[in-house]
Every structure is written in structure tokens, then in C-alpha cells.
């Protein structure tokens, strides 16, 4: 049985086809390049919060780039007259999850295009292989043959848009939703590690056996 080649579909499929079919392998490849990238960057900055999380157990010295950053904060918030330490404690916390915010919001850059090319990229290869279908009906009724050795290359080359635009939608969903999964619980490790930061800086280390009615 003969097959047609995948390179001479192309090189014979409608030239809006074959933009359709470039763009969507450029957003394919791009959405690979972004979570590569992405899945780094939260693999490092996971291990930043780690050690920020050590630091909020053992006060040991600041080892990484945030738990510099989180005691350049912390140093810079000084107790105001007349603030009592819990006052205090809740204006530093405030001051932390801001910057919480910040680094999450950094490393969500890129995710909006996944989610994008996730939502579209099957419309746009649906609209190649309608496109392309168009053309070879009216290639039909010029030739005036309707055999299946004249239909099917047509047909198989439009088809081929519809594939390549699910090979991009579908690895970006994956890779977006995957991303946002690994965010979430990075951003709940960091708010739950800045929070006890903040309490050893206001209260020190034996603040968790103050009974709360003796604090302020």
C-alpha cells in the first residue's frame, strides 16, 4: 500500500493551510521553550523556599538570594513608637505576603501563552482543515472526478492542520495546568514560611510557648 509523505502534504496543501500550519508549530514550540523554562524556575525557586523555610526553624545564616531578600524586608521594617508587638507582627507579615505576590506573579509570566495556544490552537488547525477541504471540493468539481486517488490527498492535507493544532493544544494544557499546580503549592509553602519568619522576628524563638492570653 502506498503512503503519501507528510513533506509532500505540505508542500502541496493551499498556502493559507500552510500558514495556518507554520504558526501553529512556531506556538508548539515556543509552548515547549516557555515550560522548560517554567518548570526550572519553580524547581529553583523551590529550593529557595526551602531554605527559607530552614531559616524560619534554625535562624541560620541567610544562604539564598530570598532569604537575603526576606531579611532586607525585615530589617527594613522597624517597630514604630507606640506599635505593640502585634500591631507590628501584622505590618511585617503584610510587608512579606506582598512580596510573596511579587515572586509569584514572576514566575507565572509566560503561562497566559500556554493557556492560550491550550484554548485556541484546535480553532485554528479546524479552521486550516475547513479551509483546505473548501479548496479541494472546488478542485473537484473543476476536475470534475470525484475518485478517491483525487479526493484524499486534498482531504489528508487539511486534516493535517486539525493534528498539528491539537499537538499544540494539548501539551500546553498539560504544561499549564501542571505549572499551576507546582505554583500553588510553592506559594503556600512560601506564605506559611514568611508568616513564621515574621513571628520569630517579632516574638523569637520561644514565641509558640507564649500562652496567647500573654501576648499583646
Avoid at 24 to 44: D, G
Avoid at 114 to 127: C, D, H
Avoid at 152 to 157: R, V
Amino acid at each position: 500500500m502506498d503512503h503519501l509523505p507528510v513533506f509532500q502534504l505540505l508542500m502541496n496543501a493551499d498556502p493559507v493551510v500552510k500558514g495556518v500550519m507554520l504558526l501553529l508549530a512556531c506556538a508548539a514550540l515556543i509552548c515547549w521553550v516557555i515550560a522548560c523554562e517554567k518548570f526550572a524556575r519553580i524547581v529553583a525557586f523551590s529550593r529557595q523556599v526551602s531554605a527559607l523555610e530552614r531559616q524560619g526553624q534554625s535562624r541560620e545564616d541567610g544562604s539564598s538570594w530570598l532569604v537575603s531578600r526576606i531579611q532586607a524586608i525585615v530589617d527594613s521594617e522597624q517597630v514604630a513608637n507606640g506599635e505593640t508587638r502585634a500591631e507590628y507582627s501584622a505590618r511585617l507579615e503584610r510587608s512579606l505576603q506582598l512580596e510573596t505576590g511579587a515572586q509569584m506573579q514572576r514566575l507565572q509570566s509566560g503561562l497566559s501563552f500556554l493557556a492560550t495556544v491550550g484554548a485556541t490552537a484546535p480553532f485554528v488547525g479546524l479552521f486550516g482543515t475547513v479551509w483546505g477541504i473548501m479548496r479541494s471540493f472546488t478542485g473537484i468539481a473543476a476536475a470534475k472526478d470525484t475518485s478517491l486517488a483525487v479526493v484524499a490527498p486534498g482531504i489528508a492535507e487539511a486534516l493535517f492542520a486539525t493534528a498539528i493544532g491539537l499537538a499544540a493544544a494539548i501539551p500546553a494544557v498539560i504544561f499549564y495546568n501542571q505549572a499551576n499546580v507546582l505554583l500553588g503549592d510553592v506559594a503556600a509553602r512560601m506564605t506559611a514560611a514568611v508568616t513564621k519568619y515574621a513571628k520569630l522576628r517579632v516574638y523569637g524563638p520561644a514565641q509558640d510557648e507564649i500562652p496567647s492570653s500573654a501576648r499583646p
